[in-house]
């Protein structure tokens, strides 16, 4: 692809980084954002320059937030003895579009897989350990993907509970093995958090 200018050539380089969006596209976008007003090109770029500088993780949970604590932890009619494990906060903003699930939530960050080199001490597994032996959690449901890696990370974390008594439960198999939980909607979603079985279970299956 050849640019008659530098500057158009290092936006769409750079607008083409972003997921699923080719060369062809990032141009489009660019050239499109040079047709708008000046001061929305400049409101986008402060937005995201904001973002990137003052966004958070909660301290609790590890979502993403504004404040050290996120809204759903901060709020007092959440359930924080209920944690829903994730894998990222695209799963934390699926189920919350559910409407089923009133309590709290730990965000790993991602899944074990050894063939991406992502081991357990990369993710936020033991901080999720330290809340459960501090005994402020009652139940732990995972709600990981339905993958190898999702069903690796789930065992992982089970096997670090033993002895803490705590139940422990996995979502209903609503979701299709090999499914990413985000992809799933919401109705099949929430039908699977409200009839979310014994995670020990699940590992007869």
Avoid: W
């Amino acid at each position: 692809m050849d640019f008659s200018s530098k500057l158009l050539e290092q936006a769409v380089d750079e607008m083409s980084q972003l997921p699923g969006i080719g060369k062809r596209t990032a141009l489009r976008l660019v050239l499109h954002l040079l047709k708008q007003p000046e001061a929305q090109t400049k409101d986008l770029a402060s937005a995201l320059s904001k973002l990137r500088n003052e966004i958070k993780l909660c301290k609790n949970c590890f979502n993403i937030s504004d404040t050290e604590l996120c809204d759903i932890c901060a709020n007092p009619a959440r359930n924080a003895g209920l944690v829903c494990v994730v894998e990222d906060i695209r799963d934390v903003m699926a189920i919350e579009n559910t409407g089923q699930y009133r309590g709290h939530y730990h965000v790993l960050g991602g899944k074990i897989s050894p063939m991406d080199g992502v081991g357990p001490s990369q993710l936020n597994i033991h901080s999720l350990i330290e809340k459960v032996k501090a005994g402020k959690v009652e139940e732990i449901i995972f709600a990981l993907s339905s993958t190898l890696e999702g069903d690796t990370t789930n065992f992982y974390i089970f096997k670090q509970l033993e002895g803490t008594n705590i139940k422990t439960s996995t979502i209903a198999r609503g979701i299709s093995v090999g499914d990413e939980l985000e992809y799933a909607d919401e109705v099949t979603l929430g039908r699977s958090i409200a009839n979310r079985v014994p995670f020990e279970s699940s590992l007869k299956g």
